[in-house]
């Protein structure tokens, strides 16, 4: 019995000084030479692609991630989630020049692709990222009038937002009761941008989760709602919900998740937002066409 | 010296039924480096492995080569270990617990590994000191899960499910708690590791996760005639001289750092070490000297293939790996179950 177990320690001391002594190939953080002009685009990051399309630059897209994505690039092939499962394969496969992705980008980059973290959180972050996008792409010309004009629509909704005295307490609903946003995200930004005041605003995580007894008692005036979530009507009818103010005046407008998404769209949301909170200060203006 | 009677054991076949076991492993390996979303056909395949070793003229495109190279093979290599790993620890559990629903994933093992591994992400610290604090997690879990459990020496299915649950959930709970408290720069790095899978494996990691499961799936192979005797009963085994409890604590350390290897850096991975040392009990009868490595071999080859449906059965894209363990093995494991109920060792 004592020549099993010795043996099998013998056979164990060998294979760890194989695995220890096998030397692996280098894949570390590989730098790739940033190309002037890369043709082929795989965006993990729907902002990106968003912003992309909007450059007109679609036709350099070979790869998106799963879900959703623009008009423009529909039938590209989907090759994984922008947060979770990735297929590395196919991206590999897809021959790009540039992958834009959220976070690190480990996994890619040790594949020796040329890759472009995004970690946009922002509303200056949103401009930036179309500069950057739009410079990574070799076209830098073409986010001037883009960024012109949303700093231009940024500063007129501050110029109509910021006298006003009386701000509207707004509760932003992402999906399910309770679930809004905190301080440091886009989303509590844009609410404050509008001319309202966020009802999670004191929350300093990104992604809060408010009681249900908390949100009664604050008595929101408006509730927004992300266009997947609960229904108005269903709202309306949660128990304790029919004496808080936005309930009764009928102030809960819906949201499409492009409004708080981190790619220029998210300035129709700014719009829109402080139409429904100050809709006296824009009376005498057309609504957009947008809309 | 106790001699358990089995079909494999008593015409002296094991090494054949081991060496089959090892043939569809390797075999599956070469099938499978052959298989994923890009079609890259055997005989190419050939061709850049005998180029790397003769250096014959490279004809093909070289993002083929990373992909056979830097995504196929690390992938397939820590397949196999991982599964390996979690299959020979579930049938340690299973031996040491005297208990058939032992396995890393239902004792918590898993979770507390996980747990620790995040609290790393969340608290922004070194990520080298990840796997550290993973094991530290999964040794705790499993020491905490089996003091628990213990009724009088014994460990009864009723008490050890239950403390495992209570364990399990109790670290998903911390799990959940630490992406609550997350940055959102250290959230999006958990998301990306928590789903887990396969598919972040490269080189690198393959360096660390081997080593310890070869190390902790080593040690437990040694111990397959204490198990043996463990089988037997507790008094039968201090009749032949064997501590119990420092048995069941050192087998406890081993199975510990080999589920670290596996979950460390690719998330829970369930079932694998549930069901596998099931099926390979039938097969193979309740030798652990042959069960063990029969179970490190079946998990291999099982989670190898799971990985493999993984990456392709939705291409491009890619399903989580979990879901087809899962969904795969569970009704498996029923069909076998109820087929030869009676023959399921305990």
Redesign the interface.
Known sequence: MMKWRSSTYAAIATLSLFVLGMKPPADGDTAVGKQTRPERIVSLCLPVTEIICQLEMQDRIVGICDGGCPEKVKGRPKVGKAFGTLNVESVIALKPDLVFCWGEGKVLREKGLNVCSIHTRDLDGVISLVVEVAGLLGEKKLAEPVTASMRERIAGIREKTQSVKEKPLVYFEAGSLGKTRGAGSLTHELVEKAGGMNLAGKENISFPLLSNEFIIVSNPDIILVEDYGESNEKIAARSGWGNVKAVRNNKIFRCPTSYTNYAPGCLDGLEQFSRWFHPDLFKKEPLPKND | ?IEIDTAVSRTGGWYVFLGILLAVLLASMLLALAI???AIGPVLILKMISSEIAGIDKTW?S?LE??I????MPRILLAVFVGGALGIAGCAMQGIFRNPMASPYVTGISSGAVFGASLIIALDLSRALMTPAAFIFALSTSFLVYYLAKVKGKVPVGTLLLSGIAVSLFFSALITFTQ??A???Q???M??WL?G?L??S???K??VS??LI??GG??I??Y??DLNILLSGEEQACSLGVNVDNVRKIILIFVSIATTGAVAFFGIIGFVGLIIPHIMRIFAGPDH?VLLPASFLGGAIFLLWMDTL??TII??????VGIITAMVGVPFFIFLLRKRKKEIGF
């Open positions: 010296m994923g979303s890009t495109d993002c990373t992909i190279f830097n995504v196929r609550y408290i940055g959102e720069r959230l999006q790095e998301m990306f789903m899978g598919w972040t490269n080189w690198g393959m360096a081997v080593p070869i190390l080593g040690g192979l040694c397959g005639r000297r993984a990456r291409r491009p894209s890619e399903l989580p």
